[in-house]
């Protein structure tokens, strides 16, 4: 008989992108996954099919895209840390889903590998629908990787993040990264930090579901442990009785906004590349900033002072070191594999629209490092 493989396959391994996700989720202690078939993502489920029961955990493919969120919020509410993984046209049906896991504060993790419109090529279109999709004032925090060791690490971010903040958080993946492979290190399992969601300290008569301590994040039970809580999407109040009364909808409302708005410098990740003296900034994210590196690299070879800036967390937008390098440059090439959607964010954030140049391709492909560095040469003229 075979011997299954531990939860952590700690080593060095050349792995798809995919692959590399359900181990990120695996190392990160997931124990459900619900999905349904759909291209680029079709990998993810199948490794999950493979490696929940070697862990002890659960698999279901669901009858669909909707089946799947309200099976990972369930599981998730009866303890489990659970995830799914789904494509952009599966996003789309999810978005009823992910609007109740936020306003029933509910801890999961949803890998949505973009892909252009009916076709399996690469593209950043979801950028936006990431942040707004769900209905209701709500935030988002989404992760963008940008290779296949990053799939692995944002993964198991991804996961730390939602027990910590209680709430969904999505890994936005691309069909590059997805379906490539690279180079993945996987730590011992004592090197990997692993945060459990906030449990009740008191008995189930004393709990009070929904207030929260100086982090805004109240404490969550399981289901079947005694203690009594209700999980909607209508107002509620701190004992999770539903009324409709203004100022408890603003309060419920701000404080779950509040998780995220008040702990941006926790949640909010980016990398810097040759800014201290940069006349001209890259702004780039996931698969883009692996060819605006390579252009930043071959710009400073031929003496032009430029820098990039990668965001790893595009949601809630990096808006601190955003301004700071856009304060410092005399221009900002905002770099992006669509028509331009989150120059939007640039520009609001402090940058002059004059002063911000969209460098974008809408063409199912990534930008070559060619002409990320033709786009360098004319902004410096």
Same mark, same amino acid.
């Given at each position: 008989?075979?011997?299954?493989?531990?939860?952590?396959?700690?080593?060095?391994?050349?792995?798809?992108?995919?692959?590399? #996700?359900?181990?990120?989720?695996?190392?990160?202690?997931?124990?459900? @996954?619900?999905?349904?078939?759909?291209?680029?993502?079709?990998?993810?489920? +199948?490794?999950?099919?493979?490696?929940?029961?070697?862990?002890?955990?659960?698999?279901?493919?669901?009858?669909?895209?909707?089946?799947?969120?309200? &099976?990972?919020?369930?599981?998730?509410?009866?303890?489990?840390?659970?995830?799914?993984?789904?494509?952009?046209?599966?996003?789309?049906?999810?978005?009823?889903?992910?609007?109740?896991?936020?306003?029933? =504060?509910?801890?999961?993790?949803?890998?949505? !590998?973009?892909?252009?419109?009916?076709?399996?090529?690469?593209?950043?279109?979801?950028?936006?629908?990431?942040?707004?999709? &769900?209905?209701?004032?709500?935030?988002?925090? !989404?992760?963008?990787? $940008?290779? !296949?060791?990053?799939? @692995? *690490?944002?993964?198991?971010? &991804?996961?730390?993040?939602?027990?910590?903040?209680?709430?969904?958080?999505?890994?936005?993946?691309?069909?590059?990264? #997805?379906?490539?492979? =690279?180079?993945?290190?996987?730590? +011992?399992?004592?090197?990997?930090?692993?945060?459990?969601?906030?449990?009740?300290?008191? %008995?189930?008569? =004393?709990?009070?579901?929904?207030?929260?301590? %100086?982090? *805004?994040? %109240? #404490?969550?039970?399981?289901?079947?442990?005694?203690?009594?809580?209700?999980? $909607?999407?209508?107002?509620?109040?701190?004992?999770?009785?539903?009324?409709? *009364?203004?100022? !408890?909808?603003?309060?419920?409302?701000?404080?779950?906004?509040?998780?995220?708005?008040?702990?941006?410098?926790?949640?909010?990740?980016?990398?810097?590349? @040759?800014?201290?003296? #940069?006349?001209?900034?890259?702004?780039?994210?996931? $698969?883009?900033?692996?060819?605006?590196?390579?252009?930043?690299?071959?710009?400073?070879?031929?003496?032009?002072?430029?820098?990039?800036?990668?965001?790893?967390?595009?949601?809630?937008?990096?808006?601190?070191?955003?301004?700071?390098?856009?304060?410092?440059?005399?221009?900002?090439?905002?770099?992006?594999?669509?028509?331009?959607?989150?120059?939007?964010?640039?520009?609001?954030?402090?940058?002059?629209?004059?002063?911000?140049?969209?460098?974008?391709?809408?063409?199912?492909?990534?930008?070559?490092?060619?002409?990320?560095?033709?786009?360098?040469? =004319?902004?410096?003229?």
């Amino acid at each position: 008989m075979e011997k299954k493989r531990g939860r952590v396959l700690t080593g060095t391994h050349f792995m798809l992108g995919n692959y590399a #996700a359900v181990e990120g989720a695996l190392a990160a202690g997931c124990d459900f @996954f619900a999905g349904y078939p759909i291209t680029p993502a079709n990998e993810v489920s +199948e490794r999950m099919a493979e490696r929940m029961p070697e862990v002890g955990g659960k698999f279901l493919q669901g009858e669909d895209e909707l089946c799947s969120i309200y &099976a990972v919020t369930g599981a998730s509410l009866a303890g489990a840390k659970a995830m799914t993984a789904t494509a952009s046209a599966g996003y789309n049906y999810m978005q009823e889903g992910i609007e109740y896991a936020v306003s029933g =504060e509910i801890p999961c993790v949803i890998l949505d !590998v973009q892909r252009v419109r009916g076709e399996n090529f690469a593209t950043q279109a979801d950028i936006m629908q990431a942040r707004w999709g &769900a209905a209701g004032d709500h935030e988002m925090i !989404v992760l963008a990787p $940008s290779s !296949v060791q990053e799939l @692995f *690490d944002q993964t198991v971010r &991804a996961f730390n993040l939602a027990e910590k903040y209680r709430m969904p958080v999505v890994v936005l993946s691309e069909t590059t990264i #997805a379906l490539m492979r =690279e180079k993945l290190v996987i730590p +011992e399992p004592g090197a990997i930090e692993i945060i459990n969601r906030k449990r009740p300290e008191g %008995p189930p008569g =004393e709990f009070v579901p929904f207030k929260a301590g %100086p982090n *805004d994040v %109240p #404490a969550l039970p399981k289901f079947g442990e005694g203690y009594r809580i209700l999980h $909607s999407i209508n107002p509620h109040d701190e004992w999770g009785g539903i009324q409709w *009364d203004p100022d !408890v909808f603003e309060k419920m409302v701000d404080r779950i906004l509040g998780k995220v708005t008040a702990h941006r410098d926790d949640i909010v990740q980016t990398e810097g590349f @040759f800014l201290d003296d #940069a006349k001209t900034v890259l702004i780039a994210y996931g $698969s883009e900033s692996r060819p605006a590196l390579g252009a930043v690299k071959e710009a400073r070879a031929n003496g032009i002072k430029v820098g990039l800036l990668k965001l790893v967390t595009v949601w809630p937008v990096p808006d601190k070191e955003i301004r700071a390098v856009a304060e410092k440059a005399d221009k900002v090439l905002a770099v992006e594999m669509n028509v331009g959607r989150y120059a939007y964010e640039i520009e609001r954030i402090g940058c002059d629209a004059s002063k911000v140049v969209r460098v974008t391709k809408n063409r199912g492909l990534v930008h070559t490092t060619q002409e990320i560095y033709q786009a360098i040469e =004319e902004a410096t003229r």
